[in-house]
């Protein structure tokens, strides 16, 4: 007859965990692995609307899904290299976080390994992916095009300063778009008769002579591209924007939401939780290339009240009846 034993009778008659063979208690994990591939700083998690997608999938982290992340602190240099890692570990897809520089790297290291990119370009220009609906390869995403949005967005400021002539644009010249992005915003300010004054970045320590060279020109408003090195560090470029007395139009809410003046464009939540929803479906055996490339429906325009009273400015009423968010 056998007797039944307890966990703890059975490990006490094997002479504790020390006498368990080494194999046994040093098992690789058999969970998928997600890569996430990122342009920005450690501790850029993927924000919460990524998980709550890939939980609505049935994934949660540590049960049946762990992350592997890889951040290029800034120097898109550093991404062909930290892909390559995140390839040869073998994870079961790479989220390529943080503009087209991330997507490039990520799509140069692999045509095998799926991957979910998220950013304001078009990924069929660059060569991503096919086409929106059939993407062909193995990626796809959601396209925030913001460029097509910066039209909008200098209208939105010739709006709120009627008087202005000039606007300078912040750009980073080390996004993979930043030319096409240019070319694009040059056209929008012509159409509209303003003059634009092309800013570089790509180094903190250059914000502030960037800044008082807006001035210096005697451009009355910013315009800051949909960079994602900007983008990390936008606390210290609404504060400069602040300081200078220089009212500023930017992509996302998040800039608003610390001080900056307005923004106008496409809610980040919603992207990334499609993208976490993507990653749940890959998982469950999903083609990116059977995925179409999903685009924002919606855009916010967002103006922060207290900036716009401490520049000054005065919020006409056409403006107000498409203002879809006040900050106090």
Known sequence: ?????????????????????????AQPSTLPVIGVLSSASVGGQLPIAFRKGLNEGGYFEGRNVTFEYRFAEGHYNRLPALAAELVSRQVSLIVASGGLVSAMAAKAAT????????????PVRFGLVTSFNRPGG??????????????KRLELLRELMPNVGSVALLMNPNAGSADIETKDVEAAARAINLQLLVLNAIAESEFDGVFASAVNQRAGALLVAADPFF???????????????????????????????????PDLTWAYHQVGLYASRILEGAKPSDLPVQLPTRFKLVINHTTAKALGLTISRRLLAGVDEFIE
């Open 138 to 151: 193995n990626a796809t995403g959601v396209s925030v095009y913001t460029a097509e949005l910066m039209r």
């Open 231 to 265: 983008t990390t560090r936008r606390a210290q470029i609404v504060a400069l924007a602040a300081r200078y007395a220089l009212p500023a139009a930017y992509p996302w809410r998040e800039y608003a939401e610390a001080g900056g003046l307005m923004s106008y464009g």
């Open 1 to 25: 007859m056998t007797i039944p034993i307890g966990r703890r009778e059975f490990i006490a008659a094997l002479g504790g965990t020390a006498a368990w063979p080494l194999a046994a208690r």
């Open 111 to 122: 045509t095998t390994t799926p991957i979910l990119f998220l950013a304001g370009f078009d």
